[in-house]
């Protein structure tokens, strides 16, 4: 578990290194999960490379590596972003970049992790994130994890000819139960 910064029972998260450059891209350009972050173009190397290289410049966001303990592979990235001081909040964003690993709950153990360091080690008082409405699996994901439904934005967003709705979802300190986290201290 080299570099672990978050520990789980299945996976552990550590941060990104360059090394990590080329699944990132890889990842960030397949059809179907760019429609599922919002993104309508391409990234080239040296925008995701510079993408990377920004997520520890300031402490107002990171995302970190998902890497199974099992064989050390790094399988997707999680984070916060937009961290906010003042009124504690951040937004979660979450990417199971390899396919193979899907609907293995990779993506709600690394999920847990993330928000618990948010609540219990950065002292924040609400996460939330941005949901599109057709993506049945990360609603999924995120109600485990104990987000709640907060709104909709309604047919915000333009893809495959059709407007789709973009679903607000948040979980307050308050509402989190750390003891679910599967964090192994
Ligand atoms: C969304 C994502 C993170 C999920 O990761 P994952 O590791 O597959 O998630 P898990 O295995 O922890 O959980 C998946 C859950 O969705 C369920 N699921 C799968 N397909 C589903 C569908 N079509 N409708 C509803 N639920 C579905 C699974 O049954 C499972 O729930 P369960 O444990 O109750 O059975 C991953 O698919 C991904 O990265 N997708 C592309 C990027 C993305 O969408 N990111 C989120 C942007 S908001």
């Known amino acids: 578990m080299e570099k672990a910064f978050l520990v789980g029972e299945r996976l ?10 080329d699944r990132c891209l890889c990842w960030i350009n397949d059809g179907e999960i760019l429609t599922t972050l919002g993104r309508r173009t391409p990234m080239s190397r040296s925008m995701e490379r510079e993408w990377l ?22 399988i997707g990235n999680a984070g916060l972003h937009g961290i906010q ?3 504690r909040s951040a937004e979660f964003g979450l990417l199971v970049g390899d396919k ?10 690394a999920g847990r992790l993330v928000i618990d360091h948010g ?31 907060e709104g909709v ?12 709705d973009t ?12 003891d679910e986290a599967s964090v192994v201290e």
């Open 12 to 21: 552990y998260l550590r941060p990104l290194d360059e090394c990590d450059l």
């Open 53 to 74: 290289l920004g997520q520890y410049k300031d402490d107002t966001t990171f995302s970190l590596a998902i890497v199974l303990r099992d064989g050390d592979r790094h």
């Open 85 to 87: 001081r003042v009124d």
């Open 100 to 109: 193979t690993e899907w609907g293995k709950g990779y993506g709600t153990q």
């Open 119 to 149: 609540f219990r080690q950065l002292g924040l008082h609400r996460i939330w994130l941005r949901v599109f409405a057709f993506n049945e699996r990360a609603h999924r994901v995120y109600e485990k994890i104990g987000f709640t439904h």
């Open 153 to 164: 934005l309604r047919e915000s967003y333009y893809a495959g000819g059709t407007f789709h």
């Open 167 to 178: 679903v607000v979802m948040s979980i307050l300190a308050s509402e989190w139960k750390s």
